[in-house]
T-cell receptor, first 115, second 115 residues
């Protein structure tokens, strides 16, 4: 079985400062990991994914994440926050059920960006 | 850019009524999913569907739930007799690739309110 733990339910940063959203995973095999973002009243949008290629993954809107097997972590970072980054962020691990992918979501981190 | 579309965006129903949520997946995708998010809780897997049959379903997906692909484009979730605890945001997703790395594309969700 796989799971993810998002260590912060709420993060607040000032515009222009770095963002760090933390995620730890548990998986009995080499995982595929994702970060999804959900803006208010919108669907879930894929930010980036790790699938056992490069450990540093670059995504959309300047976000990136680093897969660290020794720490079982997949933290999401961005050098400089923008007001439009305010949203809910989900760390997700994928399992394979034989014919389809199945995602297990973390509880989410709400990112607030202040002026 | 192709997208998953869901209707209705919001439905209010009385307890015990039947509800059908509709989804149009991305046209060349073969794997279809329903997830739900009860207010303030995690996004949870309900069911995956491939080759006109259910691949996997969660404990939540009991006999009150059914899925169908009635034609070449729609994918529906039916709740036969709604309960108060079925109130949630329901997300449809599709993917073109199976396996752990399969990226799921989500719709904007259908908010179901059961009174």
């Amino acid at each position: 079985a796989q799971s993810v733990t998002q260590l912060d339910s709420h993060v607040s940063v000032s515009e222009g400062t770095p963002v760090l959203l933390r995620c730890n995973y548990s998986s009995s095999y080499s995982p595929s990991l994702f970060w999804y973002v959900q803006h208010p009243n919108k669907g879930l949008q894929l930010l980036l994914k790790y699938t056992s290629a490069a450990t540093l993954v670059k995504g959309i809107n300047g976000f990136e994440a680093e897969f660290k097997k020794s720490e079982t972590s997949f933290h999401l970072t961005k050098p400089s926050a923008h007001m439009s980054d305010a949203a809910e962020y989900f760390c997700v691990v994928s399992g394979y059920t034989g014919t389809a992918s199945k995602l297990t979501f973390g509880t989410g981190t709400r990112l607030q960006v202040t002026l | 850019e192709p997208e998953v579309t869901q209707t209705p965006s919001h439905q209010v129903t009385q307890m015990g009524q039947e509800v059908i949520l509709r989804c149009v997946p991305i046209s060349n995708h073969l794997y279809f999913y329903w997830y739900r998010q009860i207010l303030g809780q995690k996004v949870e897997f309900l069911v995956s569907f491939y080759n006109n049959e259910i691949s996997e379903k969660s404990e939540i997906f009991d006999d009150q739930f059914s899925v169908e692909r009635p034609d070449g484009s729609n994918f529906t979730l039916k709740i036969r007799s709604t309960k108060l605890e079925d109130s949630a945001m329901y997300f449809c997703a599709s993917s073109g690739v199976s396996g752990q790395a399969g990226e799921l594309f989500f719709g904007e969700g259908s908010r179901l309110t059961v009174l």
